[in-house]
């Protein structure tokens, strides 16, 4: 049992949760920040793979923001959403994200 996949912006913080969640032969993905040393142990349980990526403005990234967009319609790829805030309530997305706590992401629509 398990994710298949996790995309993470704060690895740092978060390998331990992620590799508590993922199935046996996943990958945990760091987007745009750094891979963590890890001493192995958690790694040990489990074959799985952990990489980093970018997702700059750049055009070559094209691809894999479409590959992604169509998982998502399909089906295939959820994102978990922590919370939803109307504009005006944008101070109080942003506080809950420097309080942190949260799993998924916050949307803030207009």
Known sequence: AGVD????????????????????GSHVVSIMGDIPATNGSPLRNKEVTVRGMSLGNRAERTGILQRLTRLLERGDLTAVVAGNYDFDEVAQAHRDVLEGGYVGKLIVTA
């Not at 996790?6 to 046996?24: F, K, P």
């Open 5 to 24: 996949v996790v995309l993470d912006h704060m690895l740092e913080e978060y390998l331990s949760l992620d590799l508590d969640v993922v199935a046996d």
